[in-house]
């Protein structure tokens, strides 16, 4: 399976201090999406289904967020990773997908990664509503499927938005995670004000 990201913790991907995992590759394309990056289904890089697995167990956050990139999109692979996870009880898994709840539950492949879950965040980012009222989801046109009721009253008083992002330096780059910033001089602003340039 191709990944664009793999974080052992993160906690502005969903409630807790959490593993986050962005797959590589979507079809789906909505307008203004903050991470083209992630469509071309070739980059990233490569891992097996059991391999992502054992990182992710290894990592012991308190649960999973599985993002994009489109998740969907590879769901055979989605499919045998989840089955790794709950093979080792593994619990808290949110997936978010740019796909429709009855886009899903049409196409059997995609249902049966759903419905290893906990939680499914469905359907595309509209900008129009973004950054929307609810915390950690992209605009206000995705709906909640809670599936085993593990997140069931979360889903019931869901947080509102805070404007949130984690910053991680990696090797090579610098990476943001959480709300999308509005302009990239804010962000070129935030590093100015602590004088570590950019
Ligand atoms: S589903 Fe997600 S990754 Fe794909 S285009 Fe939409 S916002 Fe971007």
């Not at 980059?43 to 990592?59: K, Q």
Request: hydrophobic share 40%; aromatic share 8%.
């Amino acid at each position: 399976m191709r990944i664009a990201r793999l974080e052992e913790y993160t906690t502005v991907e969903g409630p807790g201090r959490r593993t986050a995992v962005w797959f590589q590759g979507c079809s789906l394309a909505c307008p203004q999406c903050c991470n083209p990056e992630m469509h071309d289904p070739t980059a990233g890089f490569a891992m097996t289904p059991e391999e992502l697995a054992d990182a992710i167990v290894h990592a012991r956050a308190e649960g999973l967020t599985l993002l994009g990139g489109e998740p969907l999109d590879q769901a055979s692979e989605l499919r045998l990773l989840l089955q790794h996870l709950r093979a080792h009880h593994y619990q808290g898994i949110i997936m978010f997908t740019g796909y429709t709840w009855s886009q899903i539950i049409a196409d059997p492949a995609r249902a049966a990664g759903a419905e290893l879950c906990d939680l499914v965040i469905a359907g595309p980012f509209e900008a129009a509503s973004a950054p929307g009222r609810r915390r950690w989801i992209g605009s206000d046109n995705q709906t909640l499927h809670s599936i085993t009721g593990l997140y069931a009253e979360l889903a019931e008083n869901w947080p509102k938005f805070v404007k949130e992002i984690e910053i991680v330096i990696g090797d090579e780059e610098l990476l943001v995670n959480g709300t999308p910033l509005a302009a990239d001089d804010e962000l070129a602003g935030l590093f100015m004000q602590k004088g570590e340039g950019r």
